[in-house]
């Protein structure tokens, strides 16, 4: 994968011209992010706001209350962000993580360096790179590009990265490529996923309608395969 700032740029622009600015991470407090980072893991946003709703009305967008309620009614609580009983868990264990770690201060947790935090989240059970990244960008001001299944299929569909591209890979290469800024690295991730959700579906996507049509070769690809 060679760079190309340029290119980047410009399917940045393409997209935030289309889009307008995101405001991503949608939530009221840091905690509330970590939270929806953990929720929105193979789930639809609409479904993680349900789930955080039913939270913020039982009271328990809050460090202590989530490790002291019953796992059950926890997961009754997200049940709208499936995988309710296994988010549960992974609530609990982040959330003990930051009281037993840091006392339950974020300030605290987030004064830590990039490398060694994420280190720390990543050894967290249930956290993956997306939602330590997640966490470390949208809640933390840290600078890592978040990478999901969106920013793998759009690239690949443009043919700048492979199809099997890691996680890692493909971070390196938007880190790389992307100017280090903590407002781009946030609207560029969101733009994606709304590209990703609205247009580069993994099955029957809109490719005519697209805004980054110019720059892919996916719609070739399928012109000369057919």
């Not at 956290?127 to 840290?142: F, Q, R, V």
Request: contains cysteine.
């Amino acid at each position: 994968m060679q760079p190309n700032r340029n290119t980047l740029g410009q399917i940045y622009e393409a997209m935030l011209e289309h889009f307008g600015p995101r405001g991503w991470w949608p939530g009221d407090s840091r905690l509330e992010i970590i939270i929806g980072a953990v929720l929105t893991q193979a789930v639809a946003w609409r479904n993680v706001k349900r789930a955080i709703d039913n939270l913020k009305s039982a009271r328990l967008i809050d460090i202590d209350a989530l490790l002291d309620i019953d796992l059950e009614i926890l997961a009754g609580h997200i049940k709208p962000a499936l995988y309710h009983r296994q988010k549960a868990k992974k609530l609990k264990a982040i959330m003990a993580y930051i009281a037993d770690k840091y006392d339950g201060d974020l300030d605290l947790m987030f004064q830590e360096p990039l490398p060694k935090l994420r280190e720390e989240l990543l050894a967290v059970w249930g956290i993956g790179p997306e939602t330590a990244d997640s966490i470390l960008l949208y809640a933390g001001d840290k600078l890592t590009f978040v990478v999901d299944a969106y920013t793998k299929r759009i690239f690949h569909r443009l043919g700048l990265t492979g199809e099997a591209v890691s996680y890692q890979e493909m971070q390196e290469f938007m880190e790389d490529n992307v100017p280090p800024d903590l407002y781009i690295y946030n609207e560029y991730h969101a733009l994606l996923v709304g590209l990703g959700a609205g247009y580069c579906k993994k099955s029957k996507p809109r490719c005519q309608e697209c805004p980054i049509l110019n720059f892919c070769k996916y719609l070739t690809h399928l012109q000369e395969k057919y």
